[in-house]
């Protein structure tokens, strides 16, 4: 049953994406490809996705909340901004974070931002919406 769950809100997700980004209903997309990186999802996009997945799935969440990374990155206890690494907190909550994903941890301290975009997948948006909608009940 929960695996029924989560197909539906994949579909619903995966439905809202191609909305946003004026695709045809008839392409196909992978849940596991990088939505900024493969799908070409610019800043705006994404401020839209993100008011989009909050109106359709009542929960409270901004786009900091959905993809903390670039946040977390302009903070020195995460980001060492002068060794361009990300600390040892600050790996780990990246861990954290990227755990909605279905990649591999990070283990590379000096992961660059761009490499990150990856684990923002499909797959990633709706782990991490369902576990808010798990949460609220």
């Known amino acids: 049953m929960v695996r029924g769950l ?6 619903e997700v995966k439905q809202l994406f191609k909305d946003i980004m004026y695709f045809n209903d008839s392409d196909e997309l992978d849940i596991n490809k990088s939505l900024f990186l493969h799908y070409d999802m610019t800043s705006i996009d994404f401020i839209d ?5 909050k109106k359709k799935f009542s929960v409270d969440i901004d ?4 993809w903390p990374v670039n946040k977390m990155a302009t903070s020195e206890e995460y980001y060492s901004l002068q060794e361009k690494q990300w600390t040892s907190v600050g790996l780990e909550k990246l ?16 992961v660059e931002l761009k490499e ?12 991490k919406i369902a576990s808010l909608t798990s949460a609220d009940n």
């Open 116 to 127: 990150l975009y990856d684990y923002f997948t499909l797959t990633y948006v709706n782990s």
């Open 49 to 53: 996705f993100a008011f989009e997945l």
């Open 6 to 11: 989560y197909n539906m809100a994949i579909s």
């Open 63 to 66: 786009p900091d909340e959905l």
């Open 95 to 110: 861990n954290q974070v990227l755990s909605f994903s279905d990649k591999p941890a990070v283990t590379d301290r000096s």
